[in-house]
């Protein structure tokens, strides 16, 4: 089976942009969830989606959205970009809330 | 806040010899799923290990097992037979609300030839 992917891997933005990063999950997962890692705050949940409904969020601003697809597979926005977005947002899927969560490569944002 | 703590920011040991990653963890739950995950310099997060706590068998993956204290809310990782690809970051997490993962800030374990 192939493994969850992200798109793109690399990007860079302009303060006050808005960017939109996708995943693909592994065949037969309906659970994704996003992470954000970055060196000060480490790795902190964003959100699950699962079935196309948004199950858990994690204490980020409303700036951060998501949204899933009847595949699967998810995206997930950030809007009005500040310099501390600059991270690497990984996407993980499982086949249920129980299961171990598989991660993607990981897409790396840079705002300037 | 339910947190999971690694208090060993770096760690290192010699290939072939064992080293053992501590982790502990704040739950009020009976039931729930630990994980350790290795982040090597590629950044891929890679899933190690398992452990179920309502199960009482410590999990064992190949050269990685655990030790799974549930009164103490330890939970550590031992690795054997260290190897040059085992060097990389390792987090150890606790699955919370059914699907969220809270993880610990990391342990870089680096195996020196």
């Known amino acids: 089976k192939a493994g969850v992917t992200q798109t793109p891997r690399y990007l860079i933005k302009t303060r006050g942009q808005q960017v939109t990063l996708s995943c693909s999950p592994i065949?037969?997962?309906?659970?994704v969830s996003w992470y954000q890692q970055t060196p000060g705050q480490g790795l902190q949940f964003l959100f699950e989606?699962?079935?196309?409904?948004?199950?858990n969020k994690g204490n980020f601003p409303g700036r951060f959205s998501g949204r899933q697809f009847s595949n699967s597979r998810s995206e997930m926005n950030v809007s009005t970009l500040e310099l501390g977005d600059s991270a690497l947002y990984l996407c993980?899927?499982?086949?249920?809330?129980?299961?171990?969560?598989?991660f993607g490569p990981g897409t790396r944002l840079t705002v300037t | 806040a339910q947190t999971v703590t690694q208090s060993q920011p770096e760690m290192s040991v010699q290939e072939a010899e064992t080293v053992t990653l501590s982790c502990t963890y704040d739950?009020?739950?009976?039931?729930?799923?630990l994980f350790w995950y290795k982040q090597p310099p590629s950044r891929q997060m890679i899933l190690v290990i398992r452990?179920?706590?309502?199960?009482?068998q410590n999990a064992t993956e190949n050269r990685f097992s655990v030790n799974f204290q549930k009164a103490a809310k330890s939970f550590s990782l031992k690795i054997s037979d260290s190897q040059l690809g085992d060097t990389a970051m390792y987090f150890c997490?606790?699955?919370?609300?059914?699907?969220?993962?809270?993880f610990g800030e990391g342990t870089q374990l680096t195996v020196n030839p």
């Open positions: 989606y699962f079935s196309e409904t948004q199950r």
């Open positions: 452990q179920e706590a309502y199960k009482q």
């Open positions: 997490a606790r699955e919370t609300s059914g699907s969220r993962l809270t």
């Open positions: 993980a899927s499982s086949q249920d809330s129980t299961y171990e969560q598989y």
């Open positions: 065949s037969g997962h309906r659970s």
């Open positions: 739950t009020s739950e009976s039931n729930y799923y």
